[in-house]
């Protein structure tokens, strides 16, 4: 089984204070770990990836995630929020066990940035 | 560089007509393609993939069909739309399931 559970469908920062949008996940397989943001009418755009390297992943506009196996999370961090950060957010996960794929998307996070 | 585009980007449709939405990948060959729906608050849900030409796996039951004609071309139809088909449908594209998708632009779809 496979499952993606972000945990705030709504969070609010002030601009220049820290971002943490967090995921929790379940699979069975050896999962890679994604999140995407998507602003309003616009297609997803990948933020960071995890293909089983380095647990802490860096990715574009500030963004970094650390994976967790213990604790089967993969949140998302910015150390300081940005206007042009407000957008939603996807926390996906994608495995293949033998010939079986599968890939599977949170609900999102929608994120506010307050001037 | 790997181009994807989704047309048309808005349609409104009556309930009961067919629909038909295209997508295509340029830059790459044999690209895992897949079909999305995005219904608001619900997040997205994968419909369909497709690994190669005439190749197509569904998700979940439902009003919709998908076709690949040709390596590069992804086309999601239905016969008759219900008012439940309204949404946002997004086309991506990947090499390999462990690995990123890249999305087009999407098609923003209301049955009337």
């Known amino acids: 089984a496979q499952s993606v559970t972000q945990l705030d469908s709504h969070v609010s920062v002030s601009e220049g204070t820290p971002v943490l949008l967090r995921c929790n996940y379940s699979?069975?397989?050896?999962?890679?770990l994604f999140w995407y943001v998507q602003h309003p009418n616009k297609g997803l755009q990948l933020l960071l990836k995890?293909?089983?390297?380095?647990?802490l992943v860096k990715g574009i506009n500030g963004f970094e995630a650390e994976f967790k196996k213990s604790e089967t999370s993969f949140h998302l961090t910015k150390p300081s929020a940005h206007m042009s950060d407000a957008a939603e957010y996807f926390c996906?996960?994608?495995?293949?066990?033998?010939?079986?794929?599968?890939?599977?998307f949170g609900i999102g996070t929608k994120l506010q940035v307050i001037p | 560089s790997q181009t994807i585009h989704q047309w048309p980007a808005t349609l409104v449709q009556p309930v009961g007509s067919p629909l038909s939405l295209e997508c295509t990948v340029e830059?790459?060959?044999?690209?895992?393609l897949y079909w999305y729906r995005q219904a608001a608050g619900r997040g997205l849900q994968l419909l369909f993939y497709?690994?190669?030409?005439?190749?197509i796996s569904s998700e979940v039951p439902q009003n919709l069909s998908a076709s690949r004609p040709q390596d590069r071309q992804f086309i999601l139809s239905s016969k008759k739309l219900l008012l439940s088909d309204s949404g946002f449908y997004l086309c991506?594209?990947?090499?390999?399931?462990?690995?990123?998708?890249?999305f087009g632009p999407g098609t923003r779809l209301t049955v009337t």
């Open positions: 991506a594209w990947g090499r390999e399931i462990l690995y990123e998708q890249y």
């Open positions: 699979s069975s397989y050896s999962p890679s």
């Open positions: 995890y293909t089983s390297a380095a647990t």
């Open positions: 996906v996960v994608s495995g293949r066990k033998g010939g079986y794929q599968k890939v599977t």
């Open positions: 830059g790459t060959s044999n690209p895992n």
């Open positions: 497709s690994v190669g030409i005439g190749q």
